[in-house]
T-cell receptor
Framework: RKEVEQDPGPFNVPEGATVAFNCTYS??????FFWYRQDCRKEPKLLMS???SGNEDGRFTAQLNRASQYISLLIRDSKLSDSATYLC???????????FGAGTRLFVKA | EADIYQTPRYLVIGTGKKITLECSQT?????MYWYQQDPGMELHLIHY???????EKGDLSSESTVSRIRTEHFPLTLESARPSHTSQYLC???????????FGQGTRLTVV
């Protein structure tokens, strides 16, 4: 079993749709959590950090459930420009090793 | 924009050649990483470093080697390139603590 597992993709949604991505992690000592976005043939870039209390950045909402070892990302009012691969990222205890999920690809269509 | 740079961006090289992929960052980050990613596939950690003179192998076995003589520089070397080394190599760095990683633009390596 992989240490970080994400929903298999791809997700194909129309513009304006709400889409949710899920991610689970197996190491209970994991200390910090992030969502990254990776465009085709580009490097990953931080989308948002994930805090225990949940956090929102415009159309994006991230949530963390430590008890269930589960992270989610909600995108509201999807735009064409949201089409990308979304990577769930977990820092192990001690914050050193950064583990990337396999990613979930999102296609937003007009 | 992150201040982390990789060169070359693209490289096509013959089997058996020795190559070094360069990675430099100007953010003063102690931690640096090398990831390997095939097209459409996930990132795999192949090397990381806590700081100067510290290097460790990652989760994916790799025939490459790294060095960390200066904080800002973390080169990756393949002594004898093979077609199986064809991939994208991404360098990243992060500050102390549980902070985000910043990535370079990557080097796309093709071994023919």
């Amino acid at each position: 079993r992989k240490e970080v597992e994400q929903d298999p993709g791809p997700f194909n949604v129309p513009e304006g749709a709400t889409v949710a991505f899920n991610c689970t992690y197996s190491n209970s000592a994991s200390q910090s959590f992030f969502w990254y976005r990776q465009d085709c043939r580009k490097e990953p870039k931080l989308l948002m950090s994930v805090y225990s209390s949940g956090n929102e950045d415009g159309r994006f909402t991230a949530q963390l459930n430590r008890a269930s070892q589960y992270i989610s990302l909600l995108i509201r009012d999807s735009k064409l420009s949201d089409s990308a691969t979304y990577l769930c990222v977990v820092n192990r205890g001690g914050g050193f090793k950064t583990i990337f999920g396999a990613g979930t690809r999102l296609f937003v269509k007009a | 924009e992150a201040d982390i740079y990789q060169t070359p961006r693209y490289l096509v090289i013959g089997t058996g050649k020795k190559i070094t992929l360069e990675c430099s960052q100007t953010m003063g980050h102690d931690k640096m990483y090398w990831y390997q990613q095939d097209p459409g596939m996930e990132l795999h950690l192949i090397h990381y470093s806590y700081g100067v003179n510290s290097t460790e192998k990652g989760d994916l076995s790799s025939e490459s080697t790294v060095s960390r003589i200066r904080t800002e520089h973390f080169p990756l070397t393949l002594e004898s390139a093979r077609p199986s080394h064809t991939s994208q190599y991404l360098c990243a760095s992060s500050a102390p603590g549980n902070t985000e990683a910043f990535f370079g633009q990557g080097t796309r390596l093709t071994v023919v």
